[in-house]
């Protein structure tokens, strides 16, 4: 069963879109012109790589619109105006966090995780797993579990999960591990008794991360579009999935060419289902399934092969 997860922002933007007949612009309170949209644009690019297309119009104005009220302010040229003029950290948090999508499951692409569980047990132990784009902590979270029933309790207990993220609302959520039932009853009953508990009385309805599976994932804010992401370490794979869709394609080289010396020696990387990296680097080749190795001695550092192509970038 895929159960895919609706992110605050997702079910607002769908209700906000039903409500209104589809967003039109009569359903607006504030003017917004297209040069706002531009201007947000180039901001949310500067800042976490990510391409807005066309289409993403109305969802721009949807969720930074909650920012303007929120701030009592009559217009976007007003928000943008403070934006930029401010140091205010929290506040580009705010606006970052407001364009980011974060829809998510657990076992989501669900034919990776056990190509992670037979990669792990050929590897030498302790393992670490460096999930890049973790969202509200599901994927990470169902890493931890494949590490766990893979290599059993106690070589899973040494094994580490770095779990990342631009966006520090989702995080703090990955953070607490508290889910909604209906996300996780497609679990089989062995994983949802091996790894949550079931709230009861007021807390009816949710399940909670076992904290012996929650101390298995650190979970902190790194953005894929820093010059150096200040890992000190490296990985034995590393899943990147369903993030690079919304960069260009010079971002997601740039991104792949900061990868290369965080995977160990015959390390996977993992990308999403309509993620082909095939035309950005050399550097990695495509082992089947959207899951890349690294070519050693091959073409890292190198030109991409075919620098006009696009590479699932949203249209
Ligand atoms: C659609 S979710 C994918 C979640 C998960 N990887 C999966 O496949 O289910 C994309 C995530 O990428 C994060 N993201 C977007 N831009 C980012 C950046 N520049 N650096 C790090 N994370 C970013 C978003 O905050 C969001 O949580």
Not at 8 to 22: E, I, Y
Not at 124 to 146: D, F, K, L, N, R
Not at 193 to 214: C, I, M, Q, W, Y
Request: with cysteine; net charge neutral.
């Amino acid at each position: 069963m895929k159960a895919l997860r609706l992110s605050r922002h997702d079910a607002d933007d769908a209700a906000r879109g039903a409500a209104a007949g589809g967003g039109g612009e009569s359903s607006r309170d504030f003017e917004f012109t297209s040069a706002d949209f531009e201007r947000i644009r180039a901001l949310i690019y500067r800042r976490a790589g990510i391409s807005l297309s066309d289409h993403k119009r109305d969802m721009a104005y949807s969720r930074l619109a909650r920012r303007l009220r929120a701030l009592g302010l009559d217009s976007f040229r007003e928000y943008l105006d403070q934006l930029e003029a401010s140091h205010d950290a929290s506040e580009w948090e705010a606006f970052t966090n407001a364009l980011t999508t974060n829809l998510t499951a657990f076992f989501r692409e669900a034919h990776h995780f056990p190509i992670l569980a037979d990669f792990v047990k050929g590897r030498p132990q302790p393992v670490s797993v460096w999930c890049s784009a973790a969202s509200t902590g599901e994927e990470p979270y169902s890493i931890a579990m494949t590490l766990v029933e893979a290599l059993g309790e106690r070589a899973a207990r040494e094994a580490r999960v770095l779990a990342t993220d631009l966006d520090t609302q989702v995080l703090a959520k990955a953070d607490a591990g508290v889910y909604a039932f209906d996300q996780v009853k497609h679990l089989s009953p062995e994983r949802l008794k091996r790894f949550f508990f079931k709230g009861t009385g007021s807390h009816a309805g949710l399940v909670k991360v076992r904290p012996e599976l929650r101390a298995m994932v650190k979970f902190e804010q790194l953005n894929l579009t820093d010059a150096d992401y200040g890992l000190r370490t490296t990985f034995d794979a590393i899943f990147c999935r369903n993030v690079m869709i919304y960069f260009d394609k010079p971002t997601q080289s740039q991104v792949l060419t900061r990868f290369e010396p965080l995977l160990k020696p015959d390390g996977l990387l993992f990308a999403g289902h309509s993620e082909n990296f095939t035309y950005v680097t050399q550097a990695f080749r495509l082992r089947g399934q959207t899951v890349y190795e690294l070519v050693r001695g091959g073409g890292a550092g190198q030109a991409p092969r075919r620098a006009g192509d696009a590479i699932g970038v949203p249209a």
